[in-house]
């Protein structure tokens, strides 16, 4: 079993930064792909940035070139940091593992962020 745990969501205006942290607890060593998604109201949950066990990273288009995802597999941590935000990246962002040979994602609870204009 994974519990995740994210901090740093707030309120920022438009073109700030924002950084996000994710802590996993419990099995951390069995850590395979983590990630961050967000979800806004009234839309569904999509993916903002994924990183590998061995560092491979994937961004969703509207994020790529403003965002930058970092992991420690050591501590189990994954980062996320967000550059010139937009008001369209107002959501609740949610950190995400699954485990080596396991079949399920793990969720945090969330995090908001929202961003004025």
């Known amino acids: 079993q994974v519990q995740l745990a994210e901090s740093g969501g707030g309120l920022v205006q438009a073109g700030g930064s924002l950084r996000l942290s994710c802590a996993a607890s419990g099995i951390i060593f069995s850590l395979n792909t983590m990630g961050w998604y967000r979800q806004a109201p009234g839309k569904q949950r999509e993916l903002v940035a994924q990183?590998?066990?061995?560092?491979?990273?994937i961004y969703a288009g509207p994020v790529k070139g403003r965002c930058s995802i970092s992991r420690d597999n050591d501590k189990g941590t994954v980062d996320l940091q967000m550059n010139s935000l937009k008001p369209e990246d107002t959501a609740v962002y949610y950190c995400?593992?699954?485990?080596?040979?396991?079949?399920?994602?793990?969720w945090g609870q969330g995090t908001q962020v929202t961003v004025s204009s």
């Open positions: 995400a593992a699954d485990l080596l040979g396991g079949t399920r994602n793990y």
């Open positions: 990183v590998s066990r061995d560092g491979y990273k």
